[in-house]
C-alpha cells in the first residue's frame, strides 16, 4: 500500500441546482465581480491510495479491461480473474478516504500478466485468434501469433481512466519495473522476452491533395506519451478501427477535438521497456 497525492486546479463556477438555476448572492451580479470569478481558480489536493489486485476488485478492473481490449472477442471476467490471481506484479489504484458502505471505484489497474499464467488455454487460444484477426495483413497476423503463443511473453496492462493524472501512471511503471525485476528471480513464468500491450490510439484524417488518393496504411496518434514511446520501439505493432469511438489525447491541456478511437497492438522487448521507465516517468512527470 501507498498513498499518492498531488495537486488539481480547479476553477470556481456558479454552483447550480438540480434543475439547472443557477445560485446567485447579492454581489455577484456587479461586472467586477463576475470579471474575477471568471479569474478565480483554486488548488486542492487528491489523494489515490494504490493496492495489490484482489478478489474485491473485480468488477473496477473488469470495465477498465473492456474498454481497453475493445475489438477483442475472449472472456474478458476470466482474465480480470487471472489479473487478480496473479498480483505480484500489479498494482489498482482507489479514491483515499472512502466512507463505509460508499463504492470504491478503480480508477487504474497496471499489471504484467505471463501467458504461461493462464491456466485455460481454450480460453487464451480463443483471445490469441481474435486479437490476430484484427490485423490486416496475414504476416504481421502470424508475426503476433508467433509471440503470443511463445512461453517467454506476457501481456503489460495500463488500463485507466484518461483523466486520471499523469503522476500516478508515472508511479504505476516504476512500480511494475521494481515488481518486475523481483518477481523474475523468484518465478520463472516472469522472466519474459517479450511484452504485449494493447494501446488506445486514434487517427486524425490527413488532408490531401488528391482525395481518390489512398493512404497505404493508417498511421495512428496514441492517447499518451507512454503509449507513443513504447510505439517507437516496438518491434512489432498493428492498429484496428473501434466503430462508434471517439478519443482525444491526455495531457495538461484541454483538447476540444476527438477522433476516430483506434486499438493498436505492441509488441515490446522486455528489457526495452525496463530501461526505458526512467526516460516514461521523466516525460510523464514534465507534462504535469
Known sequence: LYTIKFEMITHNESSSTSDGDTSTSDNENHPSQLEDNEELSEVNQVEFEAYPPADEDWSGVRFLLESLFQGISHDIGYFSQTLIDNYKV??????ADIEVGE?????????LLPLQLFNDKNKLDKLITSLCSNSEDDKSAESMKKVLLSSDTAFLINAKFSNLPLQITAQLYKALKMELITERKENPAYDVKNLVIICKSYHIPEQRKNKKAKLAHIEVN?????????ASCASQKFSWK???????PVGTVPCDDAWQGYRTALVV???VFLSSVDKI???LSSET
Open 242 to 248: 473501434i466503430q462508434d469511438e471517439t478519443l482525444a
Open 269 to 271: 522487448p522486455t528489457e
Open 103 to 111: 463504492d470504491d471505484p478503480v480508477f487504474a489497474v497496471a499489471s
Open 222 to 230: 496514441y492517447q499518451s506519451s507512454d503509449l507513443e514511446l513504447f
Open 90 to 95: 500489479g498494482t489498482v489504484i482507489k479514491g
Open 281 to 283: 516517468i521523466e516525460t
